[in-house]
C-alpha cells in the first residue's frame, strides 16, 4: 500500500499537467451515478491521505486509491504508454498531456462536498499537521493493539505505510508489538512527530530516504543494525499480515 509520501508526489506531477485544463477525453471504470465528461475543467489535484482526489468545476472528484497494485502515469499526448490499456482505470486526457490510473482498486466518482474521506485522520504529510487532534484519537483505540498496527490506522493519522511503520519504529526504539497501552503519551507524540518529519522530508522526492544510508530497517532482514549491530528480523505481522522488520536488540 502507498505512503502518504507517494501520493503527495503523484499529485506534485499530476498537477501542472491538469490543473486549469479542459478534458478532452475522458474514460474511467468505476461503478455508481456521477461521470467526468469532456470539457470539464480540473480545478484541483491534491493528495488526501492515501487517496489522490481530482476536483473539477462542477464540483465532482476523481478519487482513486492504489492500494498495492495501482499507480498514476502522466504522458505527453501522442507518447507510448509502459503499461497495458487494459490495465486503465481512469484516463483524463488534455491538448497536451494524457494521465492514466493503472490498476488501482479503488476508482470512484462523486460529489467533491460529500464526506467519504471525513473517516481519515490529519494528514502527516501537511507541515501544519494538528498533533494534538491525532494523539486525541489515539487515546480513543483499543490499548491492546500493537503500536504497528495503531501507527497503520488511517482513521488516526494519514500518511504512515509499512515503510514508515517501520521506520519510525526503529528511528524512536519502539517495539513494533507493544501494546498501546504501554506507549505513554510523550512516546506517542515522538512517534507521530517522527513520522511526520519523514514524510515532510521525503516530499518532491522520489528515492525514500529515512537514513544517512537509506532506509534503516525496512527491506533489510538479516543486515546489521546501524544503531547497535544486532541483526534485522522479519515476519509477517497484524490482521492482514503486513510484513514488519525491526531489530530485536534495540528495539525493545
Same mark, same amino acid.
Request: glycine share 8%; net charge neutral; proline share 4%.
Given at each position: 500500500m502507498p505512503e502518504g509520501d507517494t501520493l503527495f508526489n503523484t499529485a506534485l506531477t499530476l498537477r501542472p499537467a491538469l490543473l486549469g485544463e479542459s478534458l478532452t477525453a475522458v474514460s474511467i471504470r468505476s461503478r455508481g451515478m456521477y461521470r467526468l465528461r469532456v470539457g470539464d475543467t480540473v480545478r484541483s489535484v491534491e493528495a488526501v491521505g492515501k487517496f489522490l482526489e481530482i476536483v473539477v468545476e462542477r464540483g465532482l472528484a476523481l478519487r482513486?486509491?492504489?492500494?498495492?497494485?495501482?499507480?498514476?502515469?502522466?504522458? =505527453?499526448?501522442?507518447?507510448?504508454?509502459?503499461?497495458?490499456?487494459?490495465?486503465?482505470?481512469?484516463?483524463? =486526457?488534455?491538448?497536451?498531456?494524457?494521465?492514466?490510473?493503472?490498476?488501482?482498486?479503488?476508482?470512484?466518482?462523486?460529489?467533491?462536498?460529500?464526506?467519504?474521506? *471525513?473517516?481519515?485522520?490529519?494528514?502527516?504529510?501537511?507541515? +501544519?499537521? +494538528? @498533533?494534538? *487532534?491525532?494523539?486525541?484519537?489515539?487515546?480513543?483505540?483499543?490499548?491492546?493493539?500493537?503500536?504497528? =498496527?495503531? @501507527? @497503520? +490506522?488511517?482513521?488516526? *493519522?494519514?500518511?504512515?505505510?509499512?515503510?514508515?511503520?517501520?521506520?519510525v519504529l526503529w528511528a524512536c526504539e519502539v517495539s513494533p508489538f507493544r501494546p498501546l497501552a504501554e506507549v505513554d503519551e510523550p512516546m506517542r507524540r515522538r512517534l507521530y512527530e517522527t513520522a511526520a518529519e519523514q514524510l515532510q522530508a521525503n516530499l518532491g522526492r522520489w528515492k525514500r530516504q529515512t537514513h544517512p544510508k537509506g532506509l534503516a530497517v525496512y527491506n533489510r532482514a538479516g543486515q546489521g543494525c546501524y544503531r547497535c549491530l544486532g541483526r534485522i528480523r522479519t515476519i509477517e505481522h497484524g490482521d492482514i499480515g503486513r510484513r514488519t522488520w525491526w531489530c530485536a536488540d534495540c528495539q525493545t
Amino acid at each position: 500500500m502507498p505512503e502518504g509520501d507517494t501520493l503527495f508526489n503523484t499529485a506534485l506531477t499530476l498537477r501542472p499537467a491538469l490543473l486549469g485544463e479542459s478534458l478532452t477525453a475522458v474514460s474511467i471504470r468505476s461503478r455508481g451515478m456521477y461521470r467526468l465528461r469532456v470539457g470539464d475543467t480540473v480545478r484541483s489535484v491534491e493528495a488526501v491521505g492515501k487517496f489522490l482526489e481530482i476536483v473539477v468545476e462542477r464540483g465532482l472528484a476523481l478519487r482513486t486509491h492504489l492500494h498495492m497494485t495501482g499507480v498514476w502515469h502522466l504522458y =505527453e499526448q501522442g507518447e507510448r504508454w509502459r503499461r497495458s490499456r487494459h490495465l486503465a482505470r481512469a484516463v483524463l =486526457e488534455t491538448e497536451s498531456h494524457v494521465a492514466v490510473c493503472f490498476a488501482a482498486p479503488t476508482v470512484e466518482v462523486g460529489p467533491a462536498a460529500d464526506d467519504r474521506l *471525513a473517516h481519515l485522520g490529519p494528514d502527516l504529510c501537511h507541515a +501544519d499537521v +494538528d @498533533l494534538d *487532534a491525532v494523539l486525541e484519537r489515539v487515546a480513543c483505540s483499543d490499548p491492546s493493539t500493537e503500536i504497528a =498496527e495503531v @501507527l @497503520l +490506522d488511517q482513521r488516526l *493519522a494519514a500518511g504512515i505505510g509499512n515503510v514508515y511503520k517501520n521506520e519510525v519504529l526503529w528511528a524512536c526504539e519502539v517495539s513494533p508489538f507493544r501494546p498501546l497501552a504501554e506507549v505513554d503519551e510523550p512516546m506517542r507524540r515522538r512517534l507521530y512527530e517522527t513520522a511526520a518529519e519523514q514524510l515532510q522530508a521525503n516530499l518532491g522526492r522520489w528515492k525514500r530516504q529515512t537514513h544517512p544510508k537509506g532506509l534503516a530497517v525496512y527491506n533489510r532482514a538479516g543486515q546489521g543494525c546501524y544503531r547497535c549491530l544486532g541483526r534485522i528480523r522479519t515476519i509477517e505481522h497484524g490482521d492482514i499480515g503486513r510484513r514488519t522488520w525491526w531489530c530485536a536488540d534495540c528495539q525493545t
